[in-house]
């Protein structure tokens, strides 16, 4: 079973920049689709960005387009996620996922998932 390890959360004040990173804790053979959510407490979890299997294709939640961007690495199931004009809304936690279908904005798409990261929006 691949397991997903998200790294790069922290603090940041108003208008701040942060970048996530995910990477599976095991050699996977093939690239698959990828994609981040969040979760704020009491909410429920939230679809931020996805990319195709090969990075061709991205896609953004309205809320974060213009200001995040998803990247993956070359023929890899690395992922990254840049954050810029982070704002107190932008305050989740994020999870990095990983499934068949790309572009998929339902949690239920994904097989394979991080714990998570904290991303804190707060001066």
């Known amino acids: 079973q691949v397991q997903l390890v998200e790294s790069g959360g922290g603090l940041v004040q108003p208008g701040g920049s942060l970048s996530l990173s995910c990477a599976p804790s095991?050699?996977?053979?093939?690239?698959?689709?990828m994609a981040w959510f969040r979760q704020a407490p009491r909410n429920e979890r939230e679809f931020v960005a996805a990319v195709s299997r090969w990075g061709l294709e991205t896609w953004y939640a309205d809320s974060v387009k213009g200001r995040f961007t998803i990247t993956r690495g070359d023929a890899t199931n690395i992922i990254y996620l840049h954050m810029n004009n982070l704002q107190p809304e932008d305050t989740a936690v994020y999870y990095c996922a990983g499934g068949q279908t790309a572009g998929s904005r339902s949690p239920g798409a994904y097989n394979y998932w991080g714990r998570g990261t904290q991303v804190t929006v707060s001066s």
């Open positions: 095991v050699r996977t053979s093939s690239n698959f689709p």
